[in-house]
């Protein structure tokens, strides 16, 4: 997904479009899984304020499964809902 952005120095340049764009080739990456998922969580929360979304747009079930999991930091107004996380059943 690239995009032809205008030169830095053009007038027409807006430094947020390149942030942006920079940010979500980012996403793509993580996708790929070449992020962790602490690393992904901020960057996905960044872009998708900046879309008006919530983060759990830019994350992937694994992905939301592992911040319920690790219980990251996670304000479900601004970021979504979580899965449910069933407790391990303890062995008889």
């Given at each position: 997904?690239?995009?032809?952005?205008?030169?830095?120095?053009s007038?027409?340049?807006?430094?947020?479009d390149?942030?942006l764009?920079a940010?979500?080739?980012l996403?793509?990456?993580?996708?790929?899984h070449?992020l962790?998922?602490?690393?992904?969580?901020p960057?996905?929360?960044?872009?998708?304020?900046?879309?008006?979304?919530?983060?759990?747009?830019?994350?992937?079930d694994?992905?939301?499964d592992?911040?319920?999991?690790?219980?990251?930091?996670w304000?479900?107004?601004?970021?979504g809902?979580?899965?449910?996380?069933?407790?391990e059943?303890e062995?008889?």
């Amino acid at each position: 997904m690239t995009t032809m952005t205008p030169a830095l120095s053009s007038p027409e340049c807006d430094p947020r479009d390149a942030v942006l764009e920079a940010a979500l080739a980012l996403l793509e990456a993580r996708a790929a899984h070449m992020l962790t998922v602490d690393e992904w969580v901020p960057l996905a929360r960044a872009v998708a304020r900046c879309q008006g979304m919530q983060t759990v747009g830019y994350l992937t079930d694994r992905d939301l499964d592992q911040v319920a999991e690790d219980e990251m930091d996670w304000d479900t107004e601004r970021d979504g809902p979580l899965p449910e996380i069933e407790p391990e059943a303890e062995p008889d």
